[in-house]
């Protein structure tokens, strides 16, 4: 470690020991004591709000449920401690989160409705509270505490609406500084992804200080390294923690773990985070890039805006693949048996082995023969977007060409080979009208075996993927040439 890497250790180090007094400054109590500090609200009266059970709690107060009888609507309402209440910095970060988000109206932000203080017995004033929507579903959190990762395509898809929630805040002037799993909520209604807890929100080109001097804010699994450095940050700071949470969701865990939160932070200072295909092979290439991108050490090197980020997103979609159907591959096959039956009219059976290379090369290099793209469609691997490679496709052709190959098997086992050969050597055409026969023989019963496909290209009639039985065994599809979505 160098001793650059080391100061920077040390001063995150500084750092997240004030963090802590700050948060343990308070007297320990124990978990029935937050009953009495935000008031036990259940079932009574606050403001035109009725007040139901508890949905939640931390370290600066409560959310419960509740009914806005003004507005006929179901809420949450977010209630302060008491003790927090008279701590001056963490009302400010409570007023600041409801500030930020009142300025967002988007459908990926939950919306701040109203903001008041709970009445108070004693003298002075009582707790901050205030009501925001109320998401009927779960954190990105609990999906991957229950699933333990997400699917690549439903995982870039909140990505995505998180981008779009986040560019709406860096328009209105906020960077949101805590963006995790725990604080995008997944509305069970509509599938929205919505983020809340702007409670270190911090106004872009505005120095305002709402912690202590020196204390970092954040959380140590997503921080980026300059927030981390307790540097001034801009919107890329929430680009590299957005890129933590989806490593996550996609693999299952986050790019960084260790026992402490120095242990954490240090690696995302100085260590490169896993790959993303290594420990999930299934995401497809282009969203690791992006996630990767999203995790680099330096601010320049991630996304320079959401925009650009979210037309990378767009890009990564999966293909609308539609698979070529029976009579299209029936047709392809028809028009290679016809070009093959002309070559052997022409030059003999040689003209068989270029017909046979031709096929090869083709769906081995390009994913297509003449026929195929003439007919616009394309061999391609089931689990990649590119063709099967040479090896996959002389496997593919020899089990295409089964009927034929069993032919001359049965004939070099029962006459031996020089019969083989004989009938070999009478494909090659003497005569006009003979070569004209041979070319339509060929076509058609080149044509009928494909429509065979060992157990038969029939199999691909029933087939969900349209598969012959060379396409099962080696891997492959047959689609039309794919679109965008």
């Known amino acids: 470690m160098s001793e650059g890497e080391g100061s920077q250790i040390e001063r995150a180090r500084e750092a997240l020991a004030q963090t802590t007094r700050m948060e343990d400054s308070g007297e320990r109590r124990p978990a029935h004591a937050y009953e009495t500090l ?204 957005l890129g933590a949470t989806f490593f996550q969701l996609l693999t299952g865990r986050p790019p960084f773990e260790g026992s402490t939160a120095l242990a954490v932070v240090a690696q995302h200072l100085q260590d490169a985070p896993p790959r993303v295909r290594e420990l999930a092979p299934t ?77 090869t090369i083709g769906h081995g290099l390009f994913g297509q023969t003449l026929a195929k793209h003439f007919l616009n469609v394309r061999v391609q691997r089931r689990d990649a977007d590119r063709p099967i490679g040479l090896g996959r496709a002389f496997t593919r052709t020899i089990v295409s060409l089964w009927a034929p190959i069993l032919a001359g098997l049965t004939i070099l086992l029962a006459q031996g080979a020089p019969r083989l050969i004989d009938t070999i050597e009478q494909m090659q055409p003497q005569e006009l009208e003979r070569a004209q026969n041979l070319v339509v023989a060929v076509a058609i019963s080149n044509g009928f075996l494909t429509l065979l496909f060992g157990s038969g290209l029939l199999l691909a009639a029933f087939h969900p993927q349209k598969r012959a039985l060379h396409d099962l065994v080696v891997g492959s599809v047959v689609t039309y040439r794919l679109r965008s979505r």
């Open 283 to 359: 995401v497809p290439e282009a969203l690791a890039v992006i996630v990767e991108r999203l995790l680099s050490k330096k601010p320049e090197a991630r996304f320079a805006t959401y925009d650009e980020l979210m037309e990378a997103l767009e890009k990564a979609a999966p293909r609308t693949t539609t698979y070529a159907g029976f009579w299209t591959r029936a047709a392809a096959t028809t028009l290679d048996g016809a070009l093959a039956g002309i070559l052997i009219a022409l030059i003999g059976w040689p003209g068989l082995v270029v017909h046979l290379l031709h096929v």
């Open 38 to 241: 935000t008031g036990g609200l259940e079932d009574r009266r606050l403001d035109h709000f009725r007040v139901g059970r508890k949905l939640g709690q931390g370290g600066m107060g409560a959310v419960y449920e509740a009914w806005d009888a003004s507005l006929d609507r179901p809420v949450a309402i977010k209630m302060l401690r008491d003790d927090v209440t008279r701590r001056a910095d963490q009302t400010e970060r409570f007023l600041r989160e409801a500030r930020a988000q009142a300025k967002l109206n988007h459908p990926n932000v939950v919306h701040i409705y109203y903001i008041g203080r709970r009445p108070s017995a004693a003298d002075g004033d009582g707790a901050l509270y205030f009501a925001m929507e109320r998401i009927e579903g779960e954190s990105l959190e609990d999906l991957v505490d229950r699933d333990e990762r997400l699917d690549p395509e439903t995982a870039r898809n909140y990505m995505l609406q998180v981008a779009r929630g986040l560019r709406a805040a860096v328009r209105a002037g906020i960077i949101h500084r805590d963006v995790k799993p725990s604080n995008l909520l997944v509305d069970a209604s509509d599938g929205y992804v919505k983020i809340a807890d702007f409670g270190l929100a911090k106004p872009i080109a505005e120095d305002v200080k709402i912690t202590q001097e020196g204390a970092i804010v954040g959380s140590p699994l997503y921080m980026s390294p300059e927030q981390a450095r307790n540097e001034e940050v801009d919107h890329r700071s929430d680009m590299y923690s």
